[in-house]
């Protein structure tokens, strides 16, 4: 099988910059990034074929209505009053930020007003956590972002409410690059929550790459729930990753419902001595979905903690590699990490692989452990509920959602959490 | 804090009074007029409105959303005919008779391995036992036919000697949902009526309050299990009850206690059929009949009497008397 040539242009990112008006740094930046993302072969994976996916985007319209949002309007009012960024296919439909907390010197509004306003702040941790060195779709997104947002949190300072982007994917736009730069001064603590939705059908043949990246300096408290509604169609590709100071922490929660073709890696970097970091996830797959997910916590701080809880769920045809990593790197002294993954497989035709990966360099650590599971759901436990005169679907849900609720519980945004737990309640069983 | 307050004190006098009047036919004795209180006689909204119930209201008399439940207040008669049984295949319960009706409590002893908890999990309808013959029906419907759920919902309960544990479900959502299924959509019982029902039903079984939100069975203790099969049992107001080794894994306290809550939802609409290796759980829950299994089926039929002569001789003397060499199944000559 031949490799599909791309067929996106240098013009693209040209047009993009224009568009934005953007400075020097960034425009070289993105052009550099496009050079590399040429210049990388296409990736092979272990699980995953990706020499028949079309590396296609464009071009990005430059205004968008707000028809065909019908399935995404309960979440869009849902988020009342609290901060948020709104963007569809690249066109930012609301950014609000209370006045009380921009007082307080947060910043929260799309990368490219940030990079207008505060080109200095934006500058300094764009591109920190995830380069375009590190594959060929975050080249293709160091290239491309566009309709991202940045959230700047000052020191000592620490919010309540949730920050939200939602990003809403729909047939009007020929993929997707969205940008989430996260940046948490000294003690800073705060949770932010983003979603990425697919409302309606998503045109196939094009790429969605979606990059988020957080900066926690020494102290911060990050919370990070990253959800996506990934539908088939485009190749979609993750890269999450947080940059963890010393003694900051950051909780991922990751949760997954969909049918689509995913590549995705959410990685903490542990830099700092006794930083912490744990991920909670949950995922569910169904249709043809191909899900090649890997949860990574790379421990180079002395006294690091990690923690990985995943489960995922698969049905119909659906495929899913959740791989779960824990290095420890040489003079990572006295890290403890522990990672568990369990997997469902509710039909024969689904398929599910739990990897876990444990990489000692360091001779003294305190801690490292791993639990992985597939399997299905325990008919005992059926037999159980169903002998108190609960029928058997209504049992297997019930099961199901003791299994999943832990997880989307999780979820700091109310708005996104109800949105979220309505999604996987319609595609469970 | 509020209660300490002397105008809540002085007004459990006429509530107490309004629980007299209740069972003796609106009947206050002089004495027992209520008194005019710092209250001004008025109850107050926090004094909690369900302590003017008597507290062993039957469920069925309680108030749903769409009015009462009408519960089959007739006596049940589950009857089995030349049950047989296989479990992968082997057979285990060959060819037995027991017609259990409402009000009777029957108890089923005997060695160990000789069929007693196969015919409770065959009766419930566990997919790994295969009844390969007879008939077992609830007031003439046949049971058999039935998936499991729906032989709940026709009154049938199996308290379990290994409950399953459910991460994630709470025990009052379990309880909730099984309860609602029974009710039916349309009738569901009003959430706080039903957590009232609970707490009630909980303290008269010694169980913590918080077991109710704790996940169902998970990390219980031998015991906690038991107690929370038969807090099942008084929640969803079954038609029959099998109660499978209920009091293996009990302390005396918490037999004492399991016993009285069983013996509480004693009633005619009800019958029992309770398997135990000891004669111990048939001094506090009294048995109308005793029946003795061996070889896959019932050998000897009798009264209390029975249960106690097992208790003091041990089987051998009735395998004696019926010439069984090995009473396990599989094992006979």
Same mark, same amino acid.
């Given at each position: 099988?031949?490799?599909?040539?791309?067929?996106?242009?240098?013009?693209?990112?040209?047009?993009?910059?224009?568009?934005?008006?953007?400075?020097?740094?960034?425009?070289?930046?993105?052009?550099?990034?496009?050079?590399?993302?040429?210049?990388?072969?296409?990736?092979?994976?272990?699980?995953?074929?990706?020499?028949?996916?079309?590396?296609?985007?464009?071009?990005?319209?430059?205004?968008?209505?707000?028809?065909?949002?019908?399935?995404?309007?309960?979440?869009?009012?849902?988020?009342?009053?609290?901060?948020?960024?709104?963007?569809?296919?690249?066109?930012?439909?609301?950014?609000?930020?209370?006045?009380?907390?921009?007082?307080?010197?947060?910043?929260?509004?799309?990368?490219?007003?940030?990079?207008?306003?505060?080109?200095?702040?934006?500058?300094?941790?764009?591109?920190?956590?995830?380069?375009?060195?590190?594959?060929?779709?975050?080249?293709?997104?160091?290239?491309?972002?566009?309709?991202?947002?940045?959230?700047?949190?000052?020191?000592?300072?620490?919010?309540?409410?949730?920050?939200?982007?939602?990003?809403?994917?729909?047939?009007?736009?020929?993929?997707?690059?969205?940008?989430?730069?996260?940046?948490?001064?000294?003690?800073?603590?705060?949770?932010?929550?983003?979603?990425?939705?697919?409302?309606?059908?998503?045109?196939?043949?094009?790429?969605?790459?979606?990059?988020?990246?957080?900066?926690?300096?020494?102290?911060?408290?990050?919370?990070?729930?990253?959800?996506?509604?990934?539908?088939?169609?485009?190749?979609?590709?993750?890269?999450?990753?947080?940059?963890?100071?010393?003694?900051?922490?950051?909780?991922?929660?990751?949760?997954?419902?969909?049918?689509?073709?995913?590549?995705?890696?959410?990685?903490?970097?542990?830099?700092?001595?006794?930083?912490?970091?744990?991920?909670?996830?949950?995922?569910?797959?169904?249709?043809?979905?191909?899900?090649?997910?890997?949860?990574?916590?790379?421990?180079?701080?002395?006294?690091?903690?990690?923690?990985?809880?995943?489960?995922?769920?698969?049905?119909?045809?659906?495929?899913?590699?959740?791989?779960?990593?824990?290095?420890?790197?040489?003079?990572?002294?006295?890290?403890?990490?522990?990672?568990?993954?369990?997997?469902?497989?509710?039909?024969?035709?689904?398929?599910?692989?739990?990897?876990?990966?444990?990489?000692?360099?360091?001779?003294?650590?305190?801690?490292?452990?791993?639990?992985?599971?597939?399997?299905?759901?325990?008919?005992?436990?059926?037999?159980?509920?169903?002998?108190?005169?609960?029928?058997?679907?209504?049992?297997?849900?019930?099961?199901?959602?003791?299994?999943?609720?832990?997880?989307?519980?999780?979820?700091?945004?109310?708005?996104?959490?109800?949105?979220?737990?309505?999604?996987?309640?319609?595609?469970?069983? | 804090?509020?209660?300490?307050?002397?105008?809540?004190?002085?007004?459990?006098?006429?509530?107490?009074?309004?629980?007299?009047?209740?069972?003796?036919?609106?009947?206050?004795?002089?004495?027992?007029?209520?008194?005019?209180?710092?209250?001004?006689?008025?109850?107050?909204?926090?004094?909690?409105?369900?302590?003017?119930?008597?507290?062993?209201?039957?469920?069925?008399?309680?108030?749903?959303?769409?009015?009462?439940?009408? =519960?089959? +207040?007739?006596? @049940?008669?589950?009857?089995?005919?030349?049950?047989? $049984?296989?479990? #992968? %295949?082997?057979? &285990?319960?060959?060819?037995?008779?027991?017609?259990?009706?409402?009000?009777?409590?029957?108890?089923?002893?005997?060695?160990?391995?000789?069929?007693?908890?196969?015919?409770?999990? =065959?009766? +419930?309808?566990? @997919?790994?036992?295969?009844?390969?013959?007879?008939? $077992?029906?609830? #007031? %003439?419907?046949? &049971?058999?036919?039935?998936?499991?759920?729906?032989?709940?919902?026709?009154?049938?309960?199996?308290?379990?000697?290994?409950?399953?544990?459910?991460?994630?479900?709470?025990?009052?959502?379990?309880?909730?949902?099984?309860?609602?299924?029974?009710?039916?959509?349309?009738?569901?019982?009003?959430?706080?009526?039903?957590?009232?029902?609970?707490?009630?039903?909980?303290?008269?079984?010694?169980?913590?309050?918080?077991?109710?939100?704790?996940?169902?069975?998970?990390?219980?203790?031998?015991?906690?299990?038991?107690?929370?099969?038969?807090?099942?049992?008084?929640?969803?107001?079954?038609?029959?009850?099998?109660?499978?080794?209920?009091?293996?894994?009990?302390?005396?306290?918490?037999?004492?206690?399991?016993?009285?809550?069983?013996?509480?939802?004693?009633?005619?609409?009800?019958?029992?059929?309770?398997?135990?290796?000891?004669?111990?759980?048939?001094?506090?829950?009294?048995?109308?009949?005793?029946?003795?299994?061996?070889?896959?089926?019932?050998?000897?039929?009798?009264?209390?009497?029975?249960?106690?002569?097992?208790?003091?001789?041990?089987?051998?003397?009735?395998?004696?008397?019926?010439?069984?060499?090995?009473?396990?199944?599989?094992?006979?000559?």
């Amino acid at each position: 099988m031949a490799e599909q040539a791309a067929t996106v242009s240098l013009s693209l990112v040209d047009g993009l910059c224009d568009r934005y008006q953007e400075p020097e740094w960034l425009r070289s930046a993105r052009q550099a990034a496009f050079a590399r993302f040429v210049a990388l072969p296409s990736p092979r994976l272990e699980k995953t074929d990706l020499t028949r996916r079309v590396w296609n985007a464009g071009p990005f319209p430059a205004a968008v209505g707000t028809d065909g949002l019908d399935e995404v309007a309960g979440l869009l009012s849902a988020l009342g009053d609290a901060p948020a960024v709104v963007v569809r296919d690249g066109v930012v439909l609301r950014a609000h930020l209370p006045a009380d907390l921009a007082r307080r010197g947060v910043i929260f509004t799309d990368l490219h007003t940030a990079v207008r306003d505060h080109e200095n702040l934006v500058q300094a941790a764009l591109f920190q956590a995830v380069d375009a060195e590190e594959s060929k779709w975050a080249a293709f997104n160091a290239a491309l972002w566009h309709g991202g947002v940045f959230l700047y949190v000052p020191r000592h300072v620490e919010i309540d409410a949730v920050f939200q982007f939602v990003y809403i994917h729909t047939a009007v736009g020929q993929g997707a690059l969205p940008r989430a730069l996260v940046v948490a001064e000294d003690n800073a603590k705060f949770a932010y929550s983003e979603l990425y939705v697919a409302a309606g059908d998503v045109p196939g043949d094009v790429v969605h790459s979606g990059v988020t990246e957080v900066i926690a300096r020494p102290g911060a408290r990050v919370t990070a729930a990253v959800l996506s509604h990934l539908r088939k169609g485009p190749t979609h590709f993750i890269t999450r990753r947080a940059k963890v100071d010393k003694d900051a922490h950051v909780d991922w929660v990751f949760g997954d419902v969909g049918d689509g073709f995913t590549v995705a890696l959410i990685e903490s970097r542990l830099l700092g001595d006794g930083s912490r970091s744990t991920l909670t996830g949950v995922g569910l797959g169904f249709g043809r979905q191909h899900l090649d997910l890997t949860a990574s916590m790379v421990h180079s701080g002395r006294y690091s903690e990690s923690d990985m809880n995943l489960r995922g769920v698969v049905r119909e045809r659906a495929n899913a590699v959740y791989r779960t990593r824990t290095h420890i790197v040489k003079g990572a002294r006295g890290a403890g990490a522990e990672q568990a993954d369990r997997m469902l497989v509710l039909d024969p035709t689904a398929r599910a692989d739990a990897i876990p990966m444990l990489l000692i360099d360091e001779n003294n650590v305190q801690r490292c452990g791993h639990a992985a599971s597939v399997g299905k759901i325990d008919e005992n436990q059926v037999y159980y509920l169903m002998s108190r005169g609960i029928p058997r679907a209504a049992a297997q849900r019930m099961i199901l959602w003791g299994y999943l609720e832990p997880a989307v519980n999780a979820i700091p945004s109310p708005a996104m959490r109800e949105h979220f737990r309505a999604l996987l309640d319609k595609e469970l069983v | 804090m509020r209660w300490t307050r002397p105008g809540f004190r002085l007004s459990a006098a006429p509530r107490a009074a309004f629980a007299f009047s209740t069972e003796c036919g609106n009947v206050i004795p002089e004495n027992m007029t209520p008194k005019v209180n710092f209250t001004g006689g008025r109850r107050r909204p926090w004094v909690r409105p369900d302590r003017e119930l008597p507290d062993t209201v039957p469920y069925e008399r309680i108030r749903t959303g769409n009015g009462e439940v009408d =519960a089959d +207040m007739s006596s @049940p008669v589950l009857k089995i005919e030349d049950l047989h $049984v296989s479990v #992968d %295949g082997k057979e &285990i319960v060959r060819g037995l008779d027991l017609t259990v009706k409402g009000g009777e409590i029957h108890a089923i002893m005997g060695p160990n391995g000789t069929g007693k908890s196969t015919l409770a999990a =065959a009766l +419930m309808g566990h @997919p790994r036992y295969e009844v390969t013959g007879g008939r $077992v029906t609830l #007031d %003439g419907e046949d &049971i058999l036919a039935m998936s499991v759920d729906e032989r709940a919902r026709a009154g049938l309960f199996l308290a379990m000697q290994y409950p399953a544990e459910v991460p994630g479900v709470s025990n009052a959502n379990f309880l909730r949902t099984a309860l609602n299924a029974r009710l039916g959509e349309g009738n569901e019982i009003p959430v706080i009526k039903f957590h009232r029902m609970l707490q009630e039903k909980m303290k008269q079984l010694g169980i913590d309050p918080s077991f109710a939100e704790r996940y169902l069975n998970e990390g219980f203790s031998g015991g906690e299990k038991k107690r929370n099969e038969i807090l099942q049992l008084a929640m969803l107001n079954p038609r029959i009850a099998i109660l499978d080794e209920i009091d293996s894994g009990l302390d005396i306290d918490a037999l004492r206690i399991v016993a009285d809550a069983v013996n509480a939802v004693r009633s005619p609409e009800r019958g029992f059929l309770i398997i135990t290796h000891y004669q111990r759980l048939l001094e506090y829950i009294v048995p109308d009949h005793v029946h003795v299994m061996m070889q896959g089926r019932i050998v000897k039929s009798g009264d209390r009497e029975l249960a106690r002569e097992l208790e003091r001789k041990g089987y051998d003397w009735l395998k004696q008397e019926l010439g069984i060499v090995d009473e396990t199944v599989g094992a006979e000559v």
